[in-house]
T-cell receptor
Framework: KAGVTQTPRYLIKTRGQQVTLSCSPI?????VSWYQQTPGQGLQFLFE???????NKGNFPGRFSGRQFSNSRSEMNVSTLELGDSALYLC????????????FGPGTRLTVT | QKEVEQNSGPLSVPEGAIASLNCTYS??????FFWYRQYSGKSPELIMF????GDKEDGRFTAQLNKASQYVSLLIRDSQPSDSATYLC???????FGAGTRLTVKP
């Protein structure tokens, strides 16, 4: 069974721009969560989607948003990028009913210059 | 502020020894506890989860949960150099991760 895939794997953007990251969960997984990982803050939860609805949200500003499609694929968007948004963005998927047993994708490394 | 605390390490153990990793949490309502392993440059990988007080064993790994004392631990028996990684403790209900403990197993 194929794992979680994320595209693109690497991205360089300029301050003020916006970016969209994509995540395809493991087949059959309907829950998708997004995380930001930085050396200083560690792994921080952004939001979780299930059946196209946002169920949980972390403590991030409104510039960070996401959505989920009917095929469970998910996107996250960051608008008005700041230097501090440079991070590894990880997507994780899980089965419905076992939301916290998550399987992570390889991540998208975002660099903001 | 709900917190998940881990000793950042590095924790160094010789090959074959038992590695003990600890995690404390502040939210008494937490119900699910997970251990993830993250190799350098890779994404986290789920290795253990525990929901009930007591011990849960899976191969060389044992997770221990004590809700009264609000700690969860991971024991790795017969540690191997391939176990060298950062171990992340995760406490739900709000998807909160600890900062991770870096483990080095020396041959």
């Amino acid at each position: 069974k194929a794992g979680v895939t994320q595209t693109p794997r690497y991205l360089i953007k300029t301050r003020g721009q916006q970016v969209t990251l994509s995540c395809s969960p493991i087949s059959g997984h309907r829950s998708v969560s997004w995380y930001q990982q930085t050396p200083g803050q560690g792994l921080q939860f952004l939001f979780e989607y299930f059946s196209e609805t946002q169920r949980n949200k972390g403590n991030f500003p409104g510039r960070f948003s996401g959505r989920q499609f009917s095929n469970s694929r998910s996107e996250m968007n960051v608008s008005t990028l700041e230097l501090g948004d440079s991070a590894l963005y990880l997507c994780a998927s899980s089965l419905a009913g076992r939301v916290y047993e998550q399987y992570f994708g390889p991540g998208t490394r975002l660099t903001v210059t | 502020q709900k917190e998940v605390e881990q000793n950042s390490g590095p924790l160094s153990v010789p090959e074959g020894a038992i590695a003990s990793l600890n995690c404390t949490y502040s939210d008494r309502g937490s119900q699910s506890f997970f251990w993830y392993r993250q190799y350098s440059g890779k994404s986290p990988e789920l290795i253990m989860f525990i929901y009930s007080n007591g011990d849960k064993e899976d191969g060389r790994f044992t997770a221990q949960l004590n809700k009264a004392s609000q700690y969860v631990s991971l024991l790795i028996r017969d540690s191997q150099p391939s176990d060298s990684a950062t171990y992340l403790c995760a406490v739900t209900n709000d998807m909160r991760f600890g900062a991770g403990t870096r483990l080095t197993v020396k041959p």
